[in-house]
C-alpha cells in the first residue's frame, strides 16, 4: 500500500497561470516532505521542504502548502514557465527528513505550454 | 565536475553479463544510495552507505552487490540480472544532519536487461 499518493499522473497549464501539483499520504508520523523535479535524462533534484510544524514554505515562484489534518500537501508555482515542465515527486519521511527514510510518491508530469 | 555523476548514462546486458554501475560525488556528504526506479512506480531505495559502511539493504536480490570503497564512490555490481530489473539506477548522496538531509541526485543508469 502506497504510503505517499500523487492521484494525478499529468498536469497541463498555460504559461504564466499557476500550476498546483497534489500529494496525500496516509501515515500520520510523517514529519517532514519535499518535493523533487526531474528532467527527462536527469536525476531529480531537490525542489523545495516543509516540516510539519509549518503549513507553508515559500520559495521564489514555489510555495508548498501542507494540511496535516487532511493528510495532504500541495505545491504552486505561480507564474508558471515553460522550463518548469518536468516531472514532480513528492516524498515523505517519519523520521526529521532523513533521506534513507523518504518516502516518494509516482510523480506528477507538468507541461507548462507557451 | 561537481554534483554526482554516474556511469554509464545507458547499458544493455544479457542475463548472463557481469556488469558495474558507477557513482561519483563532488559534495563533501558522508551518504550515498541506490535507488531503482520502475515506470509508473515510486523510486525505490536499494542500499545506504553511511561513511562508507552499508547501513541498509532493503531486501534487494543478491544478484545487486553494492560496493563503497571511500565516501565518494559507490559501485553496483550486477550478474545474473532477469528482464525484469530492466529501469532507471539513480545514485544519490546527502549530508546527513538532524532536521533533515536533502538528497543530491545523479542523472541515473538507463538498464535495460534483455
Known amino acids: 500500500d502506497q504510503q505517499v499518493k500523487q492521484n494525478s499522473p499529468s498536469l497541463s497549464v498555460q504559461e504564466g497561470r499557476i500550476s498546483i501539483l497534489n500529494c496525500d499520504y496516509t501515515?500520520?508520523?510523517?514529519?517532514?516532505f519535499l518535493w523533487y523535479k526531474k528532467y527527462p535524462a536527469e536525476g531529480p533534484t531537490f525542489l523545495i521542504s516543509i516540516s510539519s510544524i509549518k503549513d507553508k514554505n515559500e520559495d521564489g515562484r514555489f510555495t508548498v502548502f501542507l494540511n496535516k489534518s487532511a493528510k495532504h500537501l500541495s505545491l504552486h508555482i505561480v507564474p508558471s514557465q515553460p522550463g518548469d515542465s518536468a516531472v514532480y515527486f513528492c516524498?515523505?519521511?517519519?523520521?526529521?527528513?532523513?533521506?534513507?527514510?523518504?518516502?516518494f510518491g509516482t510523480g506528477t508530469l507538468l507541461a507548462v505550454q507557451p | 565536475e561537481t554534483g554526482v555523476t554516474q556511469t554509464p548514462r545507458h547499458l544493455v546486458m544479457g542475463m548472463t553479463n557481469k556488469k558495474s554501475l558507477k557513482c561519483e560525488q563532488h559534495?563533501?556528504?558522508?551518504?550515498m544510495y541506490w535507488y531503482k526506479q520502475s515506470a509508473k512506480k515510486p523510486l525505490e531505495l536499494m542500499f545506504v552507505y553511511n561513511f562508507k559502511e552499508q547501513t541498509e539493504n532493503n531486501s534487494v536480490p543478491s544478484r545487486f552487490s553494492p560496493e563503497c570503497p571511500n565516501s565518494s564512490h559507490l559501485f553496483l555490481h550486477l550478474h545474473t540480472l532477469q528482464p525484469e530489473d530492466s529501469a532507471l539506477y539513480l545514485c544519490?548522496?546527502?549530508?546527513?544532519?538532524?532536521?533533515?538531509?536533502?538528497?543530491?541526485f545523479g542523472q541515473g543508469t538507463r538498464l535495460t536487461v534483455v
Open positions: 501515515n500520520s508520523m510523517f514529519d517532514y
Open positions: 516524498a515523505a519521511s517519519a523520521f526529521g527528513g532523513a533521506t534513507n527514510k523518504l518516502i
Open positions: 559534495l563533501g556528504h558522508n551518504a
Open positions: 544519490a548522496s546527502s549530508q546527513v544532519r538532524t532536521g533533515g538531509d536533502e538528497a543530491f
